[in-house]
């Protein structure tokens, strides 16, 4: 599982992205997300996910808060 921090929502489309602990950005939709609504994300909030391939390129999935 990667960790990362959410660099940009974009709350009125549903999508966002993270900074990976590699630097790298990684797209999210709300639909990726585990036992989290997205309205209750913030950025710069730490997390948790999975990364699969998407024709769009690298997509975060099972997106959590990171446990502390």
């Given at each position: 599982?990667?960790?990362?921090?959410?660099?940009?929502?974009?709350?009125?489309?549903?999508?966002?992205?993270?900074s990976?602990?590699?630097?790298?950005?990684?797209?999210?939709?709300?639909?990726?997300?585990?036992?989290?609504?997205?309205?209750?994300?913030?950025?710069?909030?730490?997390?948790?996910?999975?990364?699969?391939?998407?024709?769009?390129?690298?997509?975060?999935v099972?997106?959590?808060?990171?446990?502390?």
């Amino acid at each position: 599982m990667h960790k990362g921090k959410i660099k940009k929502l974009v709350r009125e489309r549903g999508f966002g992205f993270i900074s990976d602990t590699d630097g790298s950005e990684v797209f999210f939709h709300q639909s990726s997300l585990v036992d989290l609504k997205f309205d209750a994300l913030n950025e710069e909030q730490e997390v948790e996910f999975d990364v699969e391939k998407s024709p769009k390129g690298p997509r975060a999935v099972n997106v959590q808060v990171a446990k502390q």
